[in-house]
């Protein structure tokens, strides 16, 4: 099968016909399409290879097969929801937001490459005000093998902007400065803690689930330096149809610049107990596990 129909299927056809579903017949649609195709193979392959590089097991990876590529087709599926409709009715209920309800301050949401939070944020915007997500920058140079890659890049990155009604902020360069102008204007941020480590300058190890996990300081002094209220975010599409499963803890401003990170460790953690199959960053846990 050519690279163009498998984007084609992966991340236009299937999730986007799921999107016009309810939530109680979308997972029963996608369940019936990935067991008669390979959707999504490649990427739970990768995800096996990689825990099995760090020794890492993960019980009956056929079950964990399916699990994985369910969820990252309903992720799929949550973002084509918004595409078609910036307003349609959030997939859980408002009481969900409560521990944000006397946060005053800017916010600085820690979340991972788990789930689909992309509904949190779309609520976290209307309650708390403009947020942006810091994201990879992307170029149609570096898709030129994949234009159906890069075109599905662009969409949800303009999605992504309209629903949480700011301008992402990419990595790289001025990355940190444009961080810290937007929590002083009272605007939040929300970051992806887990980065593979080779991405970022300088790392610090902490330990989930008995395992030595590396983690990005740069957050960390940045939540510390700028004073900004700390939220830990975690949101799953339910796989039975169910209300999404959302999860905000409010920390407040950390003491100093190494706080941010037992709390990341213990963020990842929890969502790997909750349910590892959420979790799409598995392939690169050799990286998360090696020495700095």
């Given at each position: 099968?050519?690279?163009?129909?498998?984007?084609?299927?992966?991340?236009?056809?299937?999730?986007?016909?799921?999107?016009?579903?309810?939530?109680h017949v979308a997972p029963q649609l996608l369940r019936s399409a990935l067991s008669r195709s390979e959707a999504y193979s490649e990427e739970a392959q990768n995800a096996l290879a990689g825990a099995r590089a760090?020794?890492?097991?993960?019980?009956?990876?056929?079950?964990?097969?399916?699990?994985?590529?369910?969820?990252?087709?309903?992720?799929?599926?949550?973002?084509?929801?918004?595409?078609?409709?910036?307003?349609?009715?959030?997939?859980?209920?408002?009481?969900?937001?409560?521990?944000?309800?006397?946060?005053?301050?800017?916010?600085?949401?820690?979340?991972?490459?788990?789930?689909?939070?992309?509904?949190?944020?779309?609520?976290?915007?209307?309650?708390?005000?403009?947020?942006?997500f810091i994201s990879a920058p992307f170029t149609k140079v570096e898709f030129a093998k994949y234009p159906l890659r890069f075109e599905f890049a662009t969409r949800m990155a303009g999605m992504i902007e309209r629903?949480?009604?700011?301008?992402?902020?990419?990595?790289?360069?001025?990355?940190?400065?444009?961080?810290?102008?937007?929590?002083?204007?009272?605007?939040?941020?929300?970051?992806?803690?887990?980065?593979?480590?080779?991405?970022?300058?300088?790392?610090?190890?902490?330990?989930?689930?008995?395992?030595?996990?590396?983690?990005?300081?740069?957050?960390?002094?940045?939540?510390?330096?700028?004073?900004?209220?700390?939220?830990?975010?975690?949101?799953?599409?339910?796989?039975?149809?169910?209300?999404?499963?959302?999860?905000?803890?409010?920390?407040?401003?950390?003491?100093?610049?190494?706080?941010?990170?037992?709390?990341?460790?213990?963020?990842?953690?929890?969502?790997?107990?909750?349910?590892?199959?959420?979790?799409?960053?598995?392939?690169?846990?050799?990286?998360?596990?090696?020495?700095?």
């Amino acid at each position: 099968m050519s690279a163009a129909w498998r984007d084609r299927r992966d991340l236009f056809v299937l999730p986007r016909t799921a999107s016009m579903l309810s939530a109680h017949v979308a997972p029963q649609l996608l369940r019936s399409a990935l067991s008669r195709s390979e959707a999504y193979s490649e990427e739970a392959q990768n995800a096996l290879a990689g825990a099995r590089a760090a020794g890492w097991s993960m019980g009956e990876e056929n079950a964990f097969n399916a699990r994985f590529r369910l969820q990252l087709a309903l992720g799929y599926r949550d973002n084509w929801q918004l595409l078609r409709n910036a307003n349609c009715p959030a997939p859980f209920f408002s009481s969900a937001l409560d521990p944000l309800q006397a946060v005053t301050a800017p916010m600085l949401i820690i979340s991972l490459h788990w789930g689909s939070a992309i509904f949190a944020l779309r609520e976290i915007a209307k309650l708390k005000g403009p947020t942006h997500f810091i994201s990879a920058p992307f170029t149609k140079v570096e898709f030129a093998k994949y234009p159906l890659r890069f075109e599905f890049a662009t969409r949800m990155a303009g999605m992504i902007e309209r629903v949480c009604n700011a301008p992402q902020i990419f990595t790289g360069g001025g990355a940190t400065e444009a961080i810290t102008r937007a929590l002083a204007a009272q605007r939040n941020v929300c970051a992806l803690i887990d980065v593979p480590p080779h991405q970022v300058s300088s790392t610090s190890t902490h330990v989930v689930l008995g395992r030595a996990f590396r983690f990005p300081n740069g957050l960390a002094r940045i939540a510390y330096e700028t004073g900004a209220h700390v939220v830990t975010l975690l949101s799953a599409p339910d796989a039975a149809g169910g209300a999404h499963f959302i999860a905000l803890k409010s920390l407040g401003a950390m003491p100093n610049a190494h706080a941010l990170l037992p709390h990341c460790a213990a963020l990842l953690e929890s969502a790997l107990t909750r349910d590892p199959a959420a979790w799409t960053m598995w392939a690169h846990l050799p990286d998360f596990l090696s020495a700095a």
